[in-house]
């Protein structure tokens, strides 16, 4: 069977704070093909470490074989409008300075302890100095500048156009039913790790020259 692509890999993600697997955990299913024969693999590995080593494994395999692979996260890979530049407090900031920032600032451990509350919190006070744009945690983790609810004024667009248009939650939005503000906290450092992967970035390096050397 012709595709695009040799592989596709689907990526569920979870913000548990504990091991975990089932329901509201991490899920991957890898989907590729051996002559005509479709083969897929799955698994629900119990944490974000865990399932992190695994998909980098698999993308290790197509990058030093020289295939391609489409890998989808379900989680937002960025944040509305302007929140990258009042973050970095540069005005040619993109996505990759909050990929930076991010993994600079969130901590997960190998069982899933993480400080995302506390990091929504720095962001609040740094962006606002109110409890805004991030909110919804436990109570626990309630302060002067994270709360269980939303705030009132908010700078940021409360949606990107994805959202808007798929009918997502808001990504400030942490905790709660539906939520998904917290898996991209604990996504898109992964995510950064994956994009310096010295593996990937080596073979970006030799794609680049054989293009020169082509020409």
């Not at 994270?146 to 700078?155: A, E, G, I």
Request: hydrophobic letters at 40%.
């Amino acid at each position: 069977m012709k595709s695009l692509f040799d592989g596709y890999l689907i990526v569920d993600w979870s913000a548990n704070s504990t091991p975990k697997r089932g329901k509201d955990s991490i899920w991957w299913c890898h989907l590729t093909w051996d002559d005509d024969s479709l083969v897929i693999n799955g698994n629900n590995p119990s944490t974000r470490y865990l399932a992190f080593k695994q998909i980098r494994e698999i993308l290790h395999s197509y990058v030093l074989s020289g295939k391609r692979l489409l890998v989808g996260f379900d989680f937002a890979y960025a944040y509305p409008q302007g929140f990258a530049k009042r973050l970095s407090g540069s005005v040619d900031a993109s996505w990759w300075n909050t990929w930076q920032k991010l993994s600079e600032l969130i901590v997960d451990d190998t069982y899933n302890l993480n400080n995302r509350f506390s990091v929504a919190a720095g962001l609040n006070q740094m962006l606002t100095a109110t409890t805004g744009p991030f909110w919804g945690c436990p109570e626990s983790q309630c302060n002067d500048h994270l709360s269980k609810h939303k705030p009132k004024n908010n700078p940021f667009a409360e949606f990107r156009i994805a959202e808007r248009i798929c009918g997502a939650q808001s990504v400030w939005k942490l905790a709660y039913p539906g939520a998904v503000g917290s898996q991209v906290l604990m996504g898109i450092p992964y995510l950064h790790q994956l994009r310096v992967d010295p593996v990937y970035r080596k073979a970006q390096v030799s794609g680049r020259l054989r293009q020169v050397l082509r020409n």
